[in-house]
């Protein structure tokens, strides 16, 4: 039976980007004391979550790829021997930069990269003043362990993301996320907030018949405008297998490593049950690549 243990490193951030460094790699130490083959960190995870503004400083922040931060995950990756994902903010060329998650396979090769395609332009979530959408497309990485379908926080609430993944064939969908509530939001809202956001991913799991991996951040961000009271990211980092169950679940206030067995083997079984793919009337769905069908 193919089965991956797999660890998820629900951080909180620091503005110091040593410290949050130092406290990925202790993280990535003990999910790898725990057994986990695969660890999957958060989206931005060097820093804090700078979009909350807009400053050109701040793309002083990116690196390309490679560069100094490929070369620390690579390390790591390789002397522990796991495959690792990563969230960095890529610098392509000057004033053209991307969001991308960068794959490590177990011998700190760089097994591939995706470039986040869905960018958001929201409230204290400004990131299309940073990121040019991805133009590599939706490309599953080929890891020593299986094939991973790696999308970026806003792509997990569009389900043709998830599908194409699927087709071409993703053994499982990893999300690293950074999502969180603002302060004036009542409670009854960010309920409504956290559970459509687990709700949309375990959709895609039962949809696709594969498990699903969401690692978000945790803790407090300072609005550094003071425009709003920052962002209080929800953490709950979870996992479900391929009919949305869960297998893993962090909590919403403190930071947390999760290391959970994924049988890959299940979505086989899943899929025979339930042939999601087999009965697809694809001669029917032209209208999908509209904007909208007046």
Request: charged fraction near 20%.
């Amino acid at each position: 039976m193919k089965k991956i243990k797999t660890g998820l490193v629900q951080q909180s951030n620091t503005s110091d980007l040593k410290t949050n460094l130092a406290r990925l790699a202790a993280n990535i130490d003990e999910c790898v004391a725990r057994g986990a083959q695969l660890v999957v960190l958060q989206e931005l995870h060097n820093s804090l979550y700078f979009c909350q503004t807009e400053d050109t400083q701040l793309f002083d922040l990116a690196e390309p790829i490679p560069g100094p931060s490929t070369g620390f995950y690579s390390e790591i990756a390789a002397s522990h021997g796991i495959v690792l994902v990563t969230s960095l903010f890529e610098k392509r060329a000057p004033g053209l930069y991307h969001n991308t998650a960068v794959v490590f396979d177990t011998d700190g090769s760089i097994a591939g990269k995706y470039r986040k395609m869905h960018i958001p332009d929201d409230p204290a979530y400004y990131e299309k003043f940073y990121f040019t959408p991805g133009d590599i497309g939706f490309e599953p990485v080929q890891t020593s362990l299986g094939k991973l379908g790696v999308l970026i926080c806003w792509d997990q609430w569009y389900p043709e993301a998830a599908r194409m993944m699927a087709l071409k064939g993703a053994e499982m969908l990893i999300y690293p996320t950074a999502i969180g509530w603002e302060s004036s939001d009542t409670q009854e809202e960010k309920d409504r907030q956290l559970n459509a956001w687990i709700i949309s991913q375990r959709g895609h799991a039962v949809a696709n018949g594969l498990p699903v991996v969401a690692v978000n951040r945790v803790g407090h961000e300072p609005d550094p405008s003071g425009q709003t009271n920052g962002i209080q990211f929800w953490g709950n980092s979870f996992v479900v297998g391929p009919q949305g169950e869960f297998l893993a679940q962090a909590g919403n206030d403190t930071p947390e490593n999760l290391v959970i067995e994924i049988d890959l083997e299940r979505s086989e079984n899943v899929r025979r049950w339930w042939p999601f793919l087999r009965d697809r009337r694809i001669d029917e769905y032209g209208g999908i690549t509209k904007r909208f069908l007046d």
